[in-house]
């Protein structure tokens, strides 16, 4: 694929809003600051009519923007390192581009994604960038060979977590098409805040600190060993014989069906990439605690509310002993998180000074353990942006080694489409293993 014409621009609030410093939460600090893109991918008008034409996009995302105004803010440090927001109308970043390629060449029909990084405006991350830069990116694919065009919005993850993604991409959508806004944001995150922080009573196993500058995002560079990135599909039978295998042997009731692609996707990238069975494993996730605090937090909240739980288990037990096992571990990781497990990790958050990351792959367990963001409830296909709904969308990059993104699928309502970044020669095997595909003769 290749870029023809590259433009950017500022977009403001419509409005003037209320300048003011935004205290981040925990959850807030221990997700990477780093951008996180989505594309979406729209087709040709039978007509041959513009799609997103970048003037209507523009209007209307200077219009959210007065509603998610930290969104327009800037990140920066307080004296004791932690992350704040100033919300001062720095505006976003709107970027058009024209391109030499086809739909086909983004990943539409295909199951490998490189060519979706191209489009990916995030900056590249290292401590400077995150206090420099926009903390929204919108980027603008103004028409493909083939007459479609593309929508990308690459977030800091630290302004918003997936649930909030998914309320922002609404609510623009709804001002893009002249509805009003159906759920207004909160943005007053100290309702996280601990009141009377406890000491924490461990160090959370999902979490560690990296005490040096964050270094800049590696680029796609051949001579280095870059996980392959692939889409897997999975149609409403294979998951339901995925459930209906998990959940044999059950004495009573069934794994759901969470439980289930979790437990088979940890399973499989375990036995693709050949490890000793003695070696272990961790399955790290996050819980959306908004509903688990108390009081519970309101519906518009805007921010990080997650928690990560993990479980783990040798190689040997996971790939030896039926899928149920796997499944069973997945269901003990969320059902034993408990209110005081949270304020725990909370206080040991609050408590550090350096940039707090998942515990994933680090170490000894280099290569071993598998992280699963699930946005399965993100209504991305029924965002209209005033050209009618997407035909496909998708993460522009999941460039770490065993990180898993799960989405709603193009191919309809109980399909689900699987993002993973594995070792290019483990993807190959995976690829393969009929097992995992759940072929008829898995």
């Known amino acids: 694929m290749q870029i023809l014409w590259k433009k950017s621009s500022k977009v403001y609030p419509a409005v003037p809003t209320q300048h003011q410093i935004l205290h981040l939460a925990a959850p807030d600090h221990f997700v990477r600051p780093r951008h996180v893109a989505m594309f979406l991918l729209f087709p040709a008008k039978q007509d041959g009519a513009e799609l997103l034409p970048s003037h209507h996009l523009k209007e209307s995302l200077s219009k959210v923007l007065v509603h998610f105004y930290p969104l327009a803010g800037r990140l920066r440090r307080r004296k004791d390192k932690k992350l704040e927001i100033v919300c001062n109308d720095d505006g976003a970043e709107f970027i058009e581009i024209g391109v030499v390629a086809s739909l086909e060449d983004v990943g539409i029909s295909a199951l490998s994604f490189e060519h979706s990084e191209l489009l990916n405006p995030s900056p590249k991350f290292s401590d400077d960038s995150i206090l420099r830069c926009p903390l929204l990116y919108v980027q603008v694919v103004t028409r493909f060979a083939c007459g479609g065009a593309a929508l990308v919005f690459a977030l800091n993850h630290t302004a918003l977590d997936g649930m909030s993604v998914g309320h922002f991409s609404t609510a623009w959508s709804e001002i893009a098409t002249g509805r009003e806004i159906s759920l207004q944001p ?46 897997f599909t999975f149609s409403p039978d294979q998951l339901k014989k995925l459930k209906s295998k ?197």
């Open 246 to 442: 998990a959940s044999q042997g059950l004495e009573r009731g069934y794994f759901s069906n969470f439980e289930s692609i979790n437990a088979h996707v940890w399973r499989s990238i375990t036995r693709s990439r050949g490890l000793d069975f003695s070696k272990k494993t961790k399955f790290l996730t996050t819980l959306d605690i908004r509903k688990r605090v108390k009081p519970a937090l309101p519906d518009g909240f805007v921010g990080n509310g997650i928690c990560f739980v993990s479980a783990s288990a040798t190689v040997g037990d996971i790939l030896q002993n039926p899928l149920s096992f796997a499944a069973n571990r997945v269901r003990e990781s969320i059902s034993s998180f408990t209110e005081e497990h949270m304020h725990s990790v909370f206080a040991w958050t609050e408590r550090q000074e350096g940039t707090i990351v998942m515990n994933v792959n680090a170490g000894d367990s280099a290569g071993q353990d598998v992280s699963v963001s699930s946005w399965v409830r993100m209504k991305c296909y029924q965002l209209d942006f005033g050209s009618g709904n997407p035909i496909f969308v998708g993460p522009c990059s999941n460039p770490y080694d065993g990180n898993v993104i799960m989405l709603p699928s193009h191919k309809g309502e109980g399909y689900m489409n699987i993002f993973i970044g594995l070792n290019p020669k483990h993807m190959k095997l995976l690829e393969r293993d009929s097992e995992f595909l759940v072929t008829e003769e898995s």
């Open 186 to 231: 909160f943005h007053d995150r100290t309702l996280l805040k601990l009141n009377c922080p406890p000491s924490p009573h461990f160090q959370p196993s999902e979490l560690r600190v990296i005490s040096q500058q964050l270094a800049p995002t590696p680029s796609h560079d051949p001579s280095c060993l870059f996980p392959a990135e692939r889409m």
